[in-house]
């Protein structure tokens, strides 16, 4: 690996150990989103919940579970809003977390475009096929040499590598915002605030709907 690609491991490494650590999942525990939902529904005119459950991309009984606070409101629905309100003036956040914008971006800002002419391209929407091609898309990019320094690179489990090239598991978040900032230079410490703090995504809506509403 040269020196360039050291330091880009170096730097991803970093994300591991700032504040964007803890898993999505875990971090969900600790905030019901019953005021995100009233927030969501009144900064943009909605009328019903079932108004707001076609907002957010979700059906009526998913949004009673999360009103009645046994389950959260998942990311994909939050990231839903972050387009809604262009937050850090992105409209295409839900786009950005896929296997095809990320593959596309690799392919944009390969460090060794020679070699990425021969990677078998994949149809952009082929979205299963797509993911499974991310590890190898990632390492043939970065050139990174094996899936235990790309597990690293990421900060998931050198198993997960192999889920995800099986098909039996999605990349995921986590990985993908850290990637989105190498890739794309977006301050994904802020995104990954907005989808897992129900207050950070509350203060974004009233701001949004301040100026705009």
């Known amino acids: 690996m040269n020196r360039t690609n050291i330091l880009k491991l170096t730097e991803l490494r970093s994300l591991n150990s700032e504040g964007n650590s803890t898993s999505i999942s875990r971090t969900f525990q600790q905030k019901d989103d019953v005021l995100l939902l009233d927030v969501i529904k009144a900064g943009f005119g909605l009328q019903t919940d079932a108004e707001l459950a076609g907002f957010l991309g979700i059906t009526r009984s998913a949004l009673c579970t999360v009103r009645h606070k046994t389950k959260k409101l998942g990311p994909k629905s939050k990231f839903n809003v972050l ?6 003036g992105v409209r295409n956040w839900a786009e950005r977390l896929t296997g095809p914008y990320i593959g596309q971006r690799l392919h944009e800002l390969s460090v060794n475009r020679a070699r990425y002419v021969g990677l ?3 149809p952009h929407d082929n979205l299963l096929a797509a993911e499974m091609s991310l590890p190898d898309e990632i390492k043939l990019c970065l050139n990174i040499a094996t899936d235990e320094e790309l597990a690293e690179f990421l900060g998931v489990h050198r198993n997960h590598i192999s889920m995800v090239r099986s098909g039996k598991s999605k990349l995921g978040i986590d990985p993908k915002l850290k990637l989105l900032r190498h890739l794309d230079k977006i301050d994904s410490n802020r995104v990954y ?3 897992t703090d129900p ?15």
Do not use: S
């Not at 387009?83 to 850090?88: E, H, P, R, S």
């Not at 207050?199 to 509403?213: H, M, N």
């Open 83 to 88: 387009d809604k309100i262009a937050f850090l």
């Open 120 to 122: 078998k391209k994949t």
């Open 193 to 195: 605030e907005a989808i």
């Open 199 to 213: 207050d950070v995504l509350i203060e974004a809506i009233r701001a949004y709907t301040k100026k705009f509403g």
